[in-house]
């Protein structure tokens, strides 16, 4: 039996069963990053993203702040209300630094985080509620596949009809496998009218080793994010894991810009997952892999927009060029 809490743990759980009944009969074994981000995992995430090895925050904070005007200008190019959605908010902490700029400029417009963990989607719109009590948010707890048929399914009448600018900030991207990337691009583009824009945060490829650095960091987060995969495998599905007997392991490769992260069992051992009814046997060193995060050239981002049916029209990079924030326009 599945644990009943309420609905939507339920149905987090079923995904969760159905992701760990076939990952982890697969060789090598499986299972997807989407399922890192129960409340515990968010909370590590978070404090990720505040580690010194861990550029991506920083870079992407950096290009925010220098061009929240530029960005203003352009989502409301004409005068026009806008209607932001952010995919994937998560804490907001960069979102933040833009929504209260928007606000101070008198910009009109409303702000929809979607977020897969229920609890940052509350923290942040309690957040903004305090903050900045003027702006309208409408948060959407899902996957981004319900954001999707949410975008779609929102109708405007009217020549003031607010254009739709998504964002996708934080190298969110590089989670999706290049199949899975352009797939999901090209239902956004089916989605969008023309004139709407999307906004990308884009890690970009360089110097291997500071690439490695920030997927191994030396306090140890990285892998205690790894590891929270299992111990909420254990609450969600009754199951047996020892943490203590896995370990955190990353690999980047500067051919295929992927960097990779594994959970490896440090022991041959049987672990139980009672809401299965199953039992996993771990060789001496066998793999979980957990995620990719992949790292772009500036050539595959154009490639990107021109398969999915945008236009590239903007490109912000921080002082080091680790980093871009890209528009594609419909
Ligand atoms: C959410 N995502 C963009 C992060 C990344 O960099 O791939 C998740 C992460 N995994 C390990 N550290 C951070």
């Given at each position: 039996?599945?644990?009943?809490?309420?609905?939507?743990?339920?149905?987090?759980?079923?995904?969760?069963?159905?992701?760990?009944?076939?990952?982890?009969?697969?060789?090598?074994?499986?299972?997807?990053?989407?399922?890192?981000?129960?409340?515990?995992?968010?909370?590590?995430?978070?404090e990720?993203?505040?580690?010194?090895?861990?550029?991506?925050t920083?870079?992407?904070?950096?290009?925010?702040?220098?061009?929240k005007?530029?960005?203003?200008?352009?989502?409301?190019?004409?005068?026009?209300?806008?209607?932001?959605?952010?995919?994937?908010?998560?804490?907001?902490?960069?979102?933040?630094?833009?929504?209260?700029?928007?606000?101070?400029?008198?910009?009109?417009?409303?702000?929809?985080?979607?977020?897969?963990?229920?609890?940052?989607?509350?923290?942040?719109?309690?957040?903004?509620?305090?903050?900045?009590?003027?702006?309208?948010?409408?948060?959407?707890?899902?996957?981004?596949?319900?954001?999707?048929?949410?975008?779609?399914?929102?109708?405007?009448?009217?020549?003031?009809?607010?254009?739709?600018?998504?964002?996708?900030?934080g190298?969110?991207?590089?989670?999706?496998?290049?199949?899975?990337?352009?797939?999901f691009?090209?239902?956004?583009?089916?989605?969008?009218?023309?004139?709407?824009?999307?906004?990308?945060?884009?890690?970009?490829?360089?110097?291997?080793?500071?690439?490695?650095?920030?997927?191994?960091?030396?306090?140890?987060?990285?892998?205690?994010?790894?590891?929270?995969?299992?111990?909420?495998i254990?609450?969600?599905?009754?199951?047996?894991?020892?943490?203590?007997?896995?370990?955190?392991?990353?690999?980047?490769s500067?051919?295929?810009?992927?960097?990779?992260?594994?959970?490896?069992?440090?022991?041959?051992?049987?672990?139980?997952?009672?809401?299965?009814?199953m039992?996993?046997?771990?060789?001496?060193?066998?793999?979980?892999?957990?995620?990719?995060?992949?790292?772009f050239?500036?050539?595959?981002?154009?490639?990107?927009?021109?398969?999915?049916?945008?236009?590239?029209?903007?490109?912000?990079?921080?002082?080091?060029?680790?980093?871009?924030?890209?528009?594609?326009?419909?």
């Open positions: 039996m599945l644990p009943d809490h309420t609905e939507t743990t339920y149905l987090i759980s079923t995904a969760l069963a159905d992701e760990v009944r076939s990952g982890l009969t697969q060789h090598p074994k499986q299972l997807s990053s989407r399922f890192f981000y129960d409340a515990e995992g968010s909370r590590l995430f978070s990720i993203m505040h580690l010194p090895e861990y550029y991506l920083r870079s992407e904070y950096e290009i925010i702040d220098n061009y005007d530029q960005w203003l200008n352009l989502f409301a190019a004409n005068d026009r209300p806008f209607d932001l959605i952010e995919l994937g908010a998560g804490d907001g902490l960069k979102t933040k630094l833009l929504l209260t700029y928007f606000v101070e400029q008198g910009a009109r417009f409303s702000y929809s985080p979607v977020d897969i963990s229920e609890t940052a989607l509350d923290e942040l719109t309690d957040d903004l509620s305090n903050k900045l009590p003027a702006l309208t948010v409408s948060p959407q707890h899902g996957d981004y596949s319900d954001a999707l048929a949410r975008i779609a399914e929102r109708t405007y009448d009217g020549a003031d009809a607010p254009r739709r600018v998504v964002l996708f900030l190298s969110n991207i590089g989670n999706f496998t290049p199949a899975d990337a352009l797939d691009y090209a239902q956004l583009s089916a989605s969008l009218r023309p004139g709407d824009l999307l906004l990308t945060g884009f890690d970009l490829q360089k110097h291997p080793a500071v690439i490695h650095a920030a997927y191994n960091d030396r306090q140890g987060l990285t892998k205690a994010f790894n590891l929270n995969l299992l111990r909420r254990n609450r969600e599905l009754d199951a047996d894991f020892n943490l203590a007997a896995f370990d955190h392991y990353e690999t980047y500067p051919e295929t810009g992927e960097a990779r992260s594994y959970l490896v069992s440090q022991t041959k051992q049987t672990v139980t997952i009672g809401a299965l009814d039992s996993v046997v771990f060789d001496y060193g066998e793999i979980i892999h957990t995620e990719i995060s992949r790292k050239t500036r050539r595959q981002i154009d490639e990107l927009a021109n398969q999915t049916g945008f236009t590239q029209t903007h490109w912000f990079t921080d002082c080091r060029h680790y980093f871009a924030d890209v528009v594609y326009t419909k």
